[in-house]
T-cell receptor, first 111, second 115 residues
Framework: RKEVEQDPGPFNVPEGATVAFNCTYS??????FFWYRQDCRKEPKLLMS???SGNEDGRFTAQLNRASQYISLLIRDSKLSDSATYLC????????????FGIGTKLQVIP | NAGVMQNPRHLVRRRGQEARLRCSPM?????VYWYRQLPEEGLKFMVY????????ESGMPKERFSAEFPKEGPSILRIQQVVRGDSAAYFC?????????????FGEGSWLTVV
């Protein structure tokens, strides 16, 4: 079983829709979680950290469910510019070598 | 303040040749990480280096791959006797301390194509 699993998609959604991605992790020792965004043939860029209490940044909301070992990303009012691949990242506290990237979920927002 | 610089951005090599990928970390960063992204796959950790030291190379293939980060100059990822399966995007990242997710910055990547 992969340490971090994501549905690769693609998720095709109309502009203005709300879309949610989940990511499950197998290592219960994982402490740090993040969502990265990667555009086609570009480098990954940090989108947001994920906190146990959940956190929101504009149209983006991230949540962590430790009991079920998954994190989620919710995007409201999707824009065409949100089209990208969203990478789930999990890691041990301070453990770079345990940092694991998911395969990514591809989102395509359609006009 | 320049970001993480990688070169070449695109590299084509014939099977059996050597590929050298270079990475200059962000100014002030002393930690360098190399990741490989195969087509349709996620990022995979390869190696973590500090100046003149390899800290963790647990993700490096046992043969043909090596990495260094000399006292002066960029970090170099070297692939000897390349094979078609080495075709991938190689991303370098840097940080000012051990990776904590929100302090790691990626270069734009080097795309290696083996023909």
């Amino acid at each position: 079983r992969k340490e971090v699993e994501q549905d690769p998609g693609p998720f095709n959604v109309p502009e203005g829709a709300t879309v949610a991605f989940n990511c499950t992790y197998s290592n219960s020792a994982s402490q740090s979680f993040f969502w990265y965004r990667q555009d086609c043939r570009k480098e990954p860029k940090l989108l947001m950290s994920v906190y146990s209490s959940g956190n929101e940044d504009g149209r983006f909301t991230a949540q962590l469910n430790r009991a079920s070992q998954y994190i989620s990303l919710l995007i409201r009012d999707s824009k065409l510019s949100d089209s990208a691949t969203y990478l789930c990242v999990g890691g041990d506290s301070g453990g770079y070598q345990k940092v694991t990237f998911g395969i990514g979920t591809k989102l395509q927002v359609i006009p | 303040n320049a970001g993480v610089m990688q070169n070449p951005r695109h590299l084509v090599r014939r099977r059996g040749q050597e590929a050298r990928l270079r990475c200059s970390p962000m100014k002030g960063h002393s930690h360098v990480y190399w990741y490989r992204q195969l087509p349709e796959e996620g990022l995979k950790f390869m190696v973590y280096l500090q100046k003149e030291n390899i800290i963790d190379e647990s993700g490096m293939p046992k043969e043909r791959f090596s990495a260094e980060f000399p006292k002066e100059g960029p970090s170099i990822l070297r692939i000897q006797q390349v094979v078609r399966g080495d075709s991938a995007a190689y991303f370098c990242a840097s940080s000012d301390n051990r990776f904590s997710g929100n302090t790691i910055y990626f270069g734009e990547g080097s795309w290696l194509t083996v023909v």
